[in-house]
């Protein structure tokens, strides 16, 4: 089945403890995104990458660091994660040849 | 950045009824496309429509486009409890690589 992983998909840990959200697709999408989700702010786009080795920030990237050493996965990395870094992640990833981005199911993380 | 907005921001009617949201964007595109997300879930693709093109149709989805007045509508005709979601628009001003989303309508059907 064609699909975006993430993990974990609930998350709660204190200001200043390293931390990684790991992303995966199966669909051997070029294009591979995160996105950030708080209440009436619709989405905001963290980092993006258009292949391996190639990534660039997107709207909000303060605060966080992505990495892109495979074509499937695309892991976000909190250094040192702050109490406004508490939202929903959304990792997505598309194709050349589809307009259309796949959603992950979305990772919750509170940091206190 | 620029963001779409849609509106209304949140949206209640009997199942049976149409449902009609709308979203307007600020800078010349070359696709609008429309996601649908179920509670705290992921968002999932519904229906795309180019800038050339001013009205397109998938099932129960009509969507319209009139980039002079830089606005889209979706309309969900015969509405079901199941279309209870909030609905995004997603705008691509500078590559299908960054889209450029609105807030959301919220939607709820009552039974």
């Known amino acids: 089945e064609a699909q975006v992983t993430q993990n974990p998909r609930y998350l709660i840990t204190v200001t200043g403890k390293k931390l990684t959200v790991t992303c995966s697709q199966n669909m051997n999408h070029e294009y591979m995104s995160w996105y950030r989700q708080d209440p009436g702010l619709g989405l905001r786009q963290i980092y993006y990458?258009?292949?391996?080795?190639?990534?660039d920030k997107g709207d909000v990237p303060e605060g966080y660091k992505v990495s892109r050493k495979e074509k499937r996965n695309f892991p976000l990395i909190l250094e040192s994660p702050s109490p406004n870094q508490t939202s929903l992640y959304f990792c997505?990833?598309?194709?050349?040849?589809?307009?259309?981005?796949?959603f992950g199911p979305g990772t919750r993380l509170t940091v206190l | 950045s620029q963001q779409g907005e849609e509106d209304p921001q949140a949206l209640s009617i009997q199942e049976g009824e149409n449902a009609t949201m709308n979203c307007s964007y600020k800078?010349?595109?070359?696709?609008l496309q429309w996601y649908r997300q179920n509670s705290g879930r992921g968002l999932v693709h519904l229906i795309l429509?180019?800038?050339n093109e001013r009205e397109k149709h998938s099932g129960r989805l009509r969507v319209t486009l009139d980039t002079s007045k830089k606005s889209s509508s979706l309309l969900i005709t015969a509405s079901r409890a199941a279309d209870t979601a909030s609905y995004f628009c997603?705008?691509?001003?500078?590559?299908?690589?960054?889209?450029?989303w609105g807030a959301g309508t919220k939607l709820i059907i009552k039974p």
């Open positions: 429509i180019r800038s």
């Open positions: 800078t010349s595109i070359n696709n």
């Open positions: 997505a990833s598309s194709s050349p040849n589809t307009d259309t981005q796949y």
């Open positions: 997603a705008t691509d001003p500078y590559s299908n690589y960054q889209l450029i």
């Open positions: 990458s258009m292949n391996v080795e190639v990534t």
